[in-house]
């Protein structure tokens, strides 16, 4: 697990500063541009709303930015009075139907359900889940197990038996052999890793 926090000023002038830098780290960890832009339009959202309900000019905004194999979180927290999320789709209703019906939809991927917000001990805590796995690449997947089953039935019904079992034996079972292989040698490790870096994230619960 990786993981890096800064901490910034609770004030206005600082916004930018903030955004540039959240930017940065998500471009290191990988996250695609388009991925990047979507989430800085909803740190600028959470960041308006916990500078204007912080209690106090010495307060901070704390950025906490780790990754979990496949998944970024992006952590945002600061000393404040509560207050309720929904606020934010207020100031962008409008009489024109079709402008209100595109900010709802902007508004709905930028505050998506993903986004969590607590607040607890006086402190206003957002956690955003970024993934860094694009839906194409799960579509390559799907696409994977609908081309084997056809192509399976194919060599099993229409390829001769000796040139099938000679694809098996040869070609077949060298990569499922190799790949079971690697599963195994990475189980051990992911599961050490994930159980460590969750217990290790533990300690933010007191922050």
Known sequence: MLKTIKEFPCDLK????????????????????????????TTEEILFKFIENKTSEEDKIRINIKKR????????????????????????????KELQEVLTNLMSKVLRPSVEYIHKFGINKTTIPISLISVPQFSYVI????????????????????????????????FDSAFLKILKFLLAPIIFLSIASSIASISDLSK
């Open 143 to 174: 696409f994977a197990l609908i081309i084997a089953v056809p192509f399976a039935l194919l060599l099993k019904n229409f390829v001769p038996q000796n040139i099938n079992t000679f694809l098996i034996n040869n070609i077949f079972d060298l």
């Open 69 to 96: 194999l496949f998944q970024v979180y992006l952590k945002i927290t600061c000393p404040g009075k509560t207050f309720d999320l929904g606020e934010i789709h207020k100031k962008y209703e409008t009489k024109d």
């Open 14 to 41: 600082q916004i930018e500063e903030i955004q540039q830098y959240i930017s940065s780290m998500l471009q290191k960890y990988k996250v695609n541009h388009k991925t990047i832009a979507l989430n800085l339009l």
